[in-house]
């Protein structure tokens, strides 16, 4: 059975950083496409950043080029959030498929962790 959990979420401060995890069991992120979502209050979920499985392409989402980076280890994803904005207030989600060589392909991924709370204020 493949769990995926994010953990790292919290609260910061604009212009603060965090840093998210994914810990993956019962599958490896190697070579497979990864993907982090987020979804604000009243809105719909977006993905903001993935890693294609097929070449290991990096895409990023236009409101947090520059501030986010999105990394993968064989078990473990990360996202990390710099010049954090009270826009940047959402739950996150880390996502994986088994089969998708591109990761813009498609928001229906196979697995899904249960979110991680990320709320930016003074």
């Known amino acids: 059975q493949v769990q995926l959990v994010e953990s790292g979420g919290g609260l910061v401060q604009p212009g603060g950083s965090l840093r998210l995890s994914c810990a993956a069991s019962?599958?490896?992120?190697?070579?497979?496409?990864v993907a982090w979502f987020r979804q604000a209050p009243g809105k719909e979920r977006e993905r903001i950043s993935c890693i294609s499985g097929s070449d290991g392409e990096v895409y990023y989402e236009d409101s947090v080029k520059g501030r986010f980076s999105i990394s993968r280890g064989h078990t473990v994803m990360y996202l990390q959030m710099n010049s954090l904005k009270p826009e940047d207030t959402a739950v996150y989600y880390c996502?994986?498929?088994?089969?998708?060589?591109?990761?813009?392909?498609?928001?229906?991924?196979?697995?899904w962790g249960q979110g991680t709370q990320v709320t930016v204020s003074s």
């Open positions: 996502a994986a498929d088994r089969f998708l060589a591109g990761c813009m392909w498609t928001t229906d991924y196979d697995y």
């Open positions: 019962g599958f490896t992120f190697d070579s497979h496409s």
